[in-house]
């Protein structure tokens, strides 16, 4: 048929246009989207792929009034290229049109400004005159670490306050990087969720409303080359609001409003090419609405009193590079130490080197039972958010299942101290021991 159909577009000097329907595409976990077709996933033969001049395929995003416009294929490349474009679907005429960017609602007091068109660097430049103050907005703000239950606070107020400045600074004369951790751990200090409002804790399962800012952390350890270039770099970003030093003084971090409140993570994907393309790398943990920024303190903190333009750019799922051969994973001790740092440092670790700790259902079952007996008696919703984001690194993960089991463990959990975070830090050390 495919054959017919090119031999009569050639003896009759006309252009076939034939559509035809995928294969069940796969769900992508991470943006609840399905994977964009390409010219193998058409329906009936692979063999669509080879036979056309020209595909063009035509997706709908789910949960959004968004379509990617995609040409997978072009023969002759005198007739044009590949690419893909975004566009919205007006429902009644059945037209395609370009982007409009409607506003995002980032709810009460939460500035919006329409992204602009030309593309500066990673930045889409504003053409307005003004822009508001993405800064002065409130935000949610906990005591401590601990502290799950929301009060207000305006971000600028908290982010430029110089009350902490006698703590932050005896964290930073600390003699050795593993002294400021400490000094840093035990200094019991306030913080704000930048990114997530919530309405009677802290938690991604009580999220009541997205802030429409993101904030990144550029850590010294993945930075060390380029680190003294980073204000000047962060300075000619017109997305960034606002950059300081973290409350060891050895990072910064930066606060940039996006376009989709609701796609933090997307956000997140995209950033991290950005930045990675100017030779910077991001904290993976920054694309959690309930990821915690502490107090700090910094004179040279800076704000962008000109045009804030809104990030806009998404990825659907994480950027990758070609790296060489990573050296091997080094594994650290943590069988001491507080229990919360501990599940937090182990988490960190594993995100950081890939380590899967949930390769059968004995070690999910540990894992599980080990998060719930640490966190039972401050907030046991917050096992189950450092749960998921375990489980998440394994390509075996199914969120839906993954709550379903973790509920029946909650109801039958009995707390007779059989498995507690010893049991976390013994599947920590049986990844490296099985590695050797």
Known sequence: MLD?????????NVLVLL?????KMTLIKDTNDYQIPDGYSI?????????????????????????IIKVDKVRYKNYGSTGEITLDYDMPSGNYKEMTFEAYLFGENKPYQQPPTTPQL???????????????????????????????????????????????????????????????????????????????HRS???????????????????????????????KSISNVAFYAKSVRGIGYYAIIPIHYGNKLLNHFFALERDFKNLGITIDKACKDYTRLRLASY???????????DVYSKTLECEYKETEPTPEPKKQKNYSNGNDFETVENILNDCISNNVVLTNDY??????????????????????????????????????????????????NYKDNNKITIKSLVYLYDKYFSNKE
């Open 4 to 12: 017919r159909l090119a031999d009569f577009s050639k003896d009759n």
């Open 122 to 200: 990673f930045v889409i430049p504003s053409q307005n005159e003004t822009t508001p103050d993405y800064l002065d907005v409130e935000v949610d703000y906990f005591d401590n670490k601990m502290d799950v239950e929301p009060k207000a606070i305006n971000l600028k107020q908290f982010i430029t306050s110089m009350e902490y400045k006698k703590v932050v600074e005896y964290i930073r004369a600390g003699s050795s990087e593993e002294e400021t951790k400490t000094r840093k751990n035990k200094a019991n200090l306030p913080c704000v969720c930048i990114s997530g409002r919530f309405n009677t």
């Open 19 to 23: 559509v035809a329907h995928t294969t």
């Open 204 to 234: 991604t399962t009580d999220l009541k409303e997205p802030t429409g800012l993101i904030c990144i952390d550029i850590d010294l350890e993945k930075n060390e080359v380029i680190m003294p270039k980073v204000p000047t770099i962060l």
């Open 362 to 411: 004995g070690d999910w079952y540990k894992l599980a039972l080990s998060l719930i007996s640490v966190f039972q008696k401050t907030d046991i919703e917050k096992s189950r958010e450092y749960f998921h984001k375990f489980a998440k690194l394994s390509n075996k993960y199914n969120e839906t299942k993954s709550n379903e089991n973790f509920d029946k463990l909650l109801e």
């Open 298 to 308: 910094d004179t040279e903190y800076w704000i962008n009193t000109g045009i804030v």
């Open 43 to 67: 329906n009936g033969s692979a063999h669509f792929k080879g036979k056309a001049d020209y595909i063009i395929v035509v997706h709908k995003k789910v949960g959004i009034n968004e379509t």
